[in-house]
């Protein structure tokens, strides 16, 4: 059975699921600094829209700001229909050095950077990065209500919280999206993802192929096992089979696998298409243990 291609968030918006996850387009080590290939960055970007992506996920801890900043080059002025995210609230100093800033004056001043930096007057997801242990929740999320009453950001999402937290901001905010670490191969986020699917959230999974967010490389791509014997079955890769289980696991799961590669870029859209027998799902399913 082949999955449903679209999500609608919660105001009406509607996205393919397979997005865009720029992250790797930053400087390394630690997603410091320019991206050093920046023209070869802007083709990737640019790549993406023509093969019908139109949610690219960013944030303003990778750089920082350099990589909004890169969306922004490629892309500006956007076309109708593109749906841009990104996140606040981790402050970057260097490549190995960050701390939490969840207050409302710290979110206020990430938000209105990256405002600056997508050239944009409204974003259209904003995301809480990490929950600052120092801020009270609802401190955090009574701010970005309050960005979003002024018009600054258009949905709110929450990343890297518990199903807990996720109740609490509900019942201060409308939340429209929740992007935890979640996978084929890691399926702690369960109860979180189900959730979600109950309450028509998106459930946004950063490293959907394994990947560790401060490392190239996609661990799943090289995977055996059933993995690979799904793919080998279905004329497919080990990382196209990883994204497929994502889009058939529940219909508000919008994988962000990101590459620097056109190439990768092609065949993560093309995972789309794949058709998972209910055999092959028990098959992946039972991969995490």
């Not at 841009?84 to 402050?91: E, P, S």
């Not at 600056?116 to 970005?144: A, T």
């Not at 002024?150 to 929450?158: A, D, M, P, Q, W």
Request: proline share 7%.
């Amino acid at each position: 059975m082949q999955p449903p291609l679209t999500f609608r968030f919660n105001d009406g918006t509607e996205v393919r699921r397979v997005g865009y996850g720029a992250m790797r387009l930053t400087g390394q080590p630690g997603n410091f600094g320019p991206y050093e290939a920046w023209e070869d960055g802007k083709k990737v970007l640019r790549r993406a829209l023509e093969l019908g992506i139109n949610f690219i996920d960013t944030a303003r801890a990778y750089g920082p700001g350099w990589n909004e900043r890169l969306v922004a080059e490629a892309l500006h002025p956007y076309p109708q229909g593109l749906f841009i995210a990104t996140k606040g609230g981790v402050v970057k100093k260097s490549a190995t050095e960050r701390y939490l800033d969840g207050s409302p004056n710290g979110l206020r001043r990430d938000c209105e950077e990256s405002l600056k930096n997508l050239r944009v007057d409204c974003i259209d997801l904003y995301q809480l990065h990490w929950v600052d242990p120092d801020v009270p929740l609802r401190d955090s999320v009574l701010g970005l209500a309050q960005l979003q009453a002024e018009g600054k950001i258009r949905l709110i999402g929450l990343s890297n919280i518990t199903v807990e937290q996720l109740e609490e901001a509900r019942s201060i905010a409308r939340i429209a999206s929740v992007q935890n670490r979640y996978s084929v191969a890691e399926h702690q986020g369960n109860p979180i993802v189900d959730y979600c699917a109950r309450e028509g959230i998106a459930f946004v999974p950063y490293g959907p192929l394994g990947a560790d967010p401060m490392k190239h490389g996609a661990p799943l791509a090289s995977a055996e096992g059933p993995l690979a014997d799904i793919g080998n079955h279905l004329g497919a890769t080990t990382t196209q089979v990883a994204l497929s289980w994502l889009l058939h696991r529940a219909p508000n799961i919008l994988p962000i696998p990101g590459t620097t590669s056109i190439a990768h870029l092609q065949e993560n859209v093309a995972a789309a298409q794949l058709n998972l027998t209910s055999d092959q799902l028990q098959q992946l399913e039972n991969l995490a243990g």
